[in-house]
């Protein structure tokens, strides 16, 4: 029988994801990340992220981004455009998330394509692209 969404091996990976950009916990990206070459695409400079360094350019770049953020909690939509060929999975994430940009509170919807590959016994990311869709600045207390 062929799954019709991503089972919970394969939410692990934007799971991990959100947590990092939430928390700046570098340790729930373990495991996380394929062994070959990966490709991401965000929403801040250099916006492309790819070749050797790519995952530790990323990081720094998403610690940049997130310094004036808090508070970050990532809501996930139901998972979208899903299809598994052979070892490698693909799947369409809508996310929201709420929080606080230099102290005042925002919210904002997007979306996360994640093309994963089976590695050892698990599923890794290969690649994803974030695209924001809304962002709002809200009064205080909503």
Request: proline share 6%.
């Amino acid at each position: 029988m062929e799954l019709e969404v991503p089972d919970t091996s394969m939410m692990v990976v934007p799971n991990a994801i959100a947590g990092f950009i939430a928390s700046g916990d570098e340790q729930l990206l373990e495991g996380v990340f394929s062994g070959q070459a990966v490709t991401i695409i965000e929403n801040f400079a250099p916006y492309l992220f790819e070749g050797a360094d790519a995952v530790a350019r990323w990081k720094e770049g998403m610690r940049i981004h997130a310094a004036h953020l808090e508070d970050l909690r990532p809501k996930f939509g139901d998972p979208q455009d899903f299809s598994v060929t052979g070892d490698q999975a693909f799947f369409t994430l809508p996310t929201s998330w709420r929080g606080l940009v230099q102290g005042t509170p925002f919210y904002e919807e997007g979306g996360w394509a994640f093309l994963l590959v089976r590695e050892a016994a698990s599923w890794r990311l290969r690649s994803y692209g974030w695209a924001v869709t809304h962002m709002a600045l809200l009064p205080d207390g909503e």
